[in-house]
């Protein structure tokens, strides 16, 4: 199918809706909704139907709360998660916040409830032994602890739960296993806004995993532009879970980062399409992102012994797997070539900072091509 064709997709492959979309709230945003629900119903005995509070960039949302508890020295309520039109694992996700108060002085204490993660490993933002609840969560948490406080004339030292309801359900399909976090999801977001269909998210993702990589002391991982790829790394190389970098459609998102954050040793995997894209210079491999040049295929092919009857057959083919099989069945190396410009490609934008092995596998996980270490 022509690419004007496909539909348009996110990084994860979902479709993305025609027209204007739909901006959401992260989780930060509403676990920041419902500690002050909780805290304004403690200090005043009463919860109303909604909340609204400030973001960092000024928006004023409202949230409805959802099964508010008032204890005898706790308040507890949850809202529903609203990502919008972006196709978030927790969207609909129910986010409670119970809140206690502490003696003066105390500071705010988080901690983590069910569905809510806990960190175990260093390099992330928070360190190991603390909820998995990120720092500009905890900044808006405590903005708005200080915020009821003072139009109570009171102080704003308490303890701070967040729970997820399933979360450690959601978490499977997050990275949070790989990254060190157990239990459940992370709360996450910066302005508290969830912007449809992305990059950031997954990019942030990546840097974390990169940071978690160096931090273990790991000398070799791998970023994978998918499952079938990182399942042959791993039979390869044997490297432990935390050493790989689910990398998707988002080289640029790993390679620069790395030429400021290097490692020792980077085996940069993926399928003949995705990494024929990068041998020509494409950072972002993602169909509606860039394509895959069969005419550029087929000149490769001419230049590594190809007659013009193979190179005519993969100019009028439809796809770059079309296009392996074509140089396969003709015996034409076009796997390794596109492997070693790839990887030139690879160490440029990484600024040469680390050795790289770059590996191209089929559909089913054969290794096709390959450009190993420089050492």
Not at 157 to 180: F, H, M
Request: proline share 7%; with cysteine.
């Amino acid at each position: 199918m022509p690419p004007a064709k496909d539909p348009p997709e996110s990084a994860s492959g979902a479709r993305r809706p025609d027209g204007p979309l739909r901006k959401g709230w992260t989780t930060g945003c509403c676990a920041t909704a419902a500690t002050k629900a909780a805290f304004s119903a403690l200090l005043t005995g009463t919860f109303g139907n909604s909340v609204t509070f400030t973001l960092p960039k000024g928006e004023k949302p409202a949230f409805p709360l959802l099964e508010p508890v008032l204890g005898v020295d706790f308040a507890e309520v949850g809202i529903i998660k609203d990502a919008g039109d972006d196709p978030d694992v927790t969207h609909g996700a129910h986010i409670r916040s119970r809140v206690r108060r502490l003696p003066p002085g105390s500071g705010t204490i988080f901690k983590a409830g069910d569905g809510v993660g806990l960190v175990t490993k260093a390099g992330l933002p928070i360190p190991p032994g603390e909820p998995a609840i990120n720092p500009a969560p905890r900044a808006m948490i405590q903005g708005v602890l200080a915020e009821i406080a003072a139009e109570h004339g009171t102080h704003a030292d308490a303890e701070v739960t967040i729970s997820v309801i399933g979360g450690a359900e959601i978490a499977r399909q997050t990275w949070n296993p790989r990254l060190g976090i157990v239990g459940g999801i992370s709360i996450l977001g910066t302005t508290g806004i969830v912007h449809p269909f992305s990059c950031a998210a997954w990019i942030a993702s990546i840097h974390r995993g990169i940071d978690v990589i160096r931090a273990a002391g790991i000398n070799h991982a791998a970023a994978c532009t998918g499952s079938t790829t990182e399942a042959a790394v791993e039979k390869r190389h044997h490297l432990p879970e935390h050493a790989f970098i689910d990398m998707g459609d988002f080289a640029g998102g790993v390679l620069k980062y790395l030429r400021h954050h290097p490692i020792p040793r980077l085996t940069l995997a993926g399928g003949f399409a995705k990494m024929a894209k990068l041998a020509e210079g494409h950072l972002d491999l993602h169909s509606s992102r860039s394509q895959i040049d069969l005419s550029r295929l087929a000149e490769r092919a001419v230049a590594l012994g190809a007659g013009e009857e193979v190179a005519a057959r993969i100019r009028a083919g439809n796809t770059a797997m079309e296009a392996l099989e074509i140089c396969t069945a003709a015996n034409i190396p076009i796997g390794d070539d596109i492997a070693k410009s790839a990887r030139t490609i690879a160490l440029t934008e990484a600024d040469h900072r680390i050795d790289i092995e770059l590996l191209v596998y089929d559909r089913k996980g054969n290794l096709v091509g390959e450009a190993g270490f420089a050492r």
